[in-house]
């Protein structure tokens, strides 16, 4: 079990992370629940914490949330956070484009450069591995351009080929890049189709950014294509049962 794993000290700081990553007050069962452990504990550990100055208010029943004002040291790592870091490097080093591998590759040294001795395995002889990638993409190069104008919130105008080999253009919003193990597809509000479309980047002939701004702000763009999916994804559950 996860309690039995975790020392005293890391179970005390993996409860300042849940408070830190939480917006909303979490319950003594909830912080139980995660940790595995019992809510005397959470309740012993809390009232430790609270004695060491750690700014958490709230109550028993209610719930509990950290003070803005407090923060860890950025580099307290658990060992399992550690591995989270090496397993998402290792997969961005594999499949983004150079830009990207090489800064995966970067956040890699500099993580390495500060953690204990203790902890140097989980870097150089790490437990994870990430499947590479099946092929060769030759469009890596376009997708830094389609990052810089996702943050950028500027228009992008493509010269596309579908999946029957026709080559349309299409003038979009850029909302995000979403990557799988073999494909990277750029979602974007397409003013042809007057939707959300998904690009797959291997299809997209020609990028041009326009010196022209989004009609809409990217997060509430985000936000309607998240809904979107989600209604999507519903009804096809509900048509399959």
Not at 122 to 130: G, K, L
Not at 170 to 190: E, K, N
């Amino acid at each position: 079990m996860i309690a039995e794993a975790l020392r005293s000290t890391d179970r005390l700081f993996q409860i300042i992370q849940i408070l830190r990553r939480s917006s909303r007050p979490v319950t003594a069962r909830a912080l139980a629940e995660e940790l595995e452990v019992s809510i005397r504990t959470i309740y012993r550990d809390i009232a430790h914490l609270i004695g060491q100055r750690v700014p958490i208010s709230g109550e028993a029943g209610v719930g509990y949330v950290l003070g803005t004002g407090y923060d860890m040291p950025p580099l307290a790592l658990l060992p399992a956070e550690l591995e989270a870091i090496v397993l998402g490097a290792q997969w961005v080093a594999a499949h983004g484009e150079k830009e990207l591998s090489r800064a995966a590759l970067d956040v890699l040294a500099k993580v390495a450069a500060v953690v204990p001795p203790a902890l140097q395995p989980f870097i150089s002889v790490p437990s994870t591995a990430t499947k590479l990638p099946l092929d060769a993409s030759q469009d890596k190069d376009d997708r830094t351009n389609l990052r810089a104008a996702i943050r950028a919130g500027t228009k992008l105008h493509l010269h596309y080929r579908d999946q029957q080999g026709e080559v349309t253009e299409r003038t979009v919003w850029p909302v995000v890049l979403g990557y799988s193990d073999t494909t990277c597809m750029l979602i974007a509000w397409c003013e042809l189709r007057q939707d959300f479309r998904h690009f797959r980047t291997d299809r997209i002939q020609a990028v041009e950014i326009l010196d022209k701004k989004i009609g809409e702000p990217r997060t509430r763009l985000l936000q309607r294509w998240k809904a979107q999916r989600t209604s999507e994804l519903a009804k096809i559950t509900s048509e399959a049962g």
